[in-house]
């Protein structure tokens, strides 16, 4: 490492310390400059001696410099309130995939501030450890909408029998009148979950039957075309919301077409 690519992280005004950081994520970005790299990840190691800012702008791009060396650090730091960085140190050891991040994102879900909760939610889920689905089942409740989306995706994530059954509790229950997030979720159990959710579109209740014809339509899959169609030709019940079953039939099969045609053009 050049001492030279440290120093200008640590001499001059914090203006010109930020300026020096671009420059070598750009020089990594460009090259694969070890010297750069290096440079970086002694920053993340020893981020006390650095400016706050500094760290967590890096870490919003890890995976450009990080590596295996990161890994302790990373997971000492989400425990420091001290510096207020945690919610950047769950930034970095998701980018990276530290698994042993996992019992330190589960105490950050607790955290004040929303940025390490949510930080702490979406690791969970990438990290796909299923030890997290019953910390974050009951985050599906929480009075924060945006709460309830990151859970539902990290459980999809996360995949699994466990996590399915907690999304597909919530579709039952309906603890909220617009559950779109947990429709999603519950579409990337395709194709076992498809069964159930063609049950639910033949439910004596239109708001399940909305729903079912949202994720059927988000699973892209051809299996949920005739109850899609079924619905469009003959279901006019309203939701509680005064949504229609027909209309979110029409609309999930159309999404369905587009994830297909997607597909096709990516293969």
Same mark, same amino acid.
């Given at each position: 490492m050049n001492p030279a690519d440290l120093?200008?992280?640590?001499?001059?005004?914090?203006?010109?310390?930020?300026?020096?950081?671009?420059?070598?994520?750009d020089r990594v970005r460009a090259g694969g400059d070890e010297s750069a790299a290096a440079a970086l990840r002694t920053l993340v190691r020893d981020y006390r001696d650095y400016h706050r800012s500094l760290y967590t702008r890096a870490l919003n791009q890890a995976a450009l410099f990080g590596d295996d060396t990161l890994e302790a650090p990373l997971v000492a730091a989400l425990a420091d309130t001290r510096h207020n960085c945690q919610a950047w140190a769950a930034m970095g050891c998701t980018a990276l995939g530290f698994r042993a991040a996992v019992p330190g994102l589960l105490a950050l879900l607790d955290h004040p501030q929303w940025m390490a909760r949510?930080?702490?939610?979406?690791?969970?889920?990438?990290?796909?450890?299923?030890?997290?689905?019953?910390?974050?089942?009951?985050?599906?409740?929480?009075?924060?909408?945006?709460?309830?989306?990151? $859970?539902?995706? $990290?459980? +999809?994530?996360? !995949?699994?029998?466990?996590?399915?059954?907690?999304?597909?509790?919530?579709?039952?229950?309906?603890?909220?009148?617009?559950? !779109?997030?947990?429709? +999603?979720?519950?579409?990337?159990?395709?194709?076992?979950?498809?069964?159930?959710?063609?049950?639910?579109?033949?439910?004596?209740?239109?708001?399940?039957?909305?729903?079912? $014809?949202? $994720?059927? !339509?988000s699973t892209g899959d051809d299996r949920a075309v005739p109850t899609l169609e079924r619905l469009i030709a003959e279901d006019r019940g309203t939701t509680v919301f005064d949504g229609r079953v027909d209309v979110a039939a029409k609309k999930g099969l159309r999404t369905l077409r587009r994830i297909q045609a997607a597909i096709a053009s990516r293969e």
């Open positions: 120093r200008s992280l640590q001499v001059g005004d914090l203006e010109a310390r930020e300026a020096s950081l671009y420059l070598l994520l949510e930080q702490a939610v979406i690791g969970l889920g990438e990290l796909a450890d299923e030890s997290a689905v019953a910390a974050l089942a009951p985050l599906l409740r929480d009075p924060a909408d945006w709460m309830r989306q990151r $859970a539902a995706e $990290a459980l +999809s994530r996360i !995949g699994g029998d466990e996590a399915l059954a907690v999304l597909w509790d919530e579709f039952e229950h309906r603890r909220f009148r617009r559950i !779109g997030y947990i429709a +999603s979720a519950l579409a990337l159990f395709a194709p076992e979950v498809i069964a159930r959710l063609r049950d639910a579109a033949s439910d004596e209740d239109p708001d399940k039957r909305y729903w079912a $014809a949202v $994720a059927l !339509g």
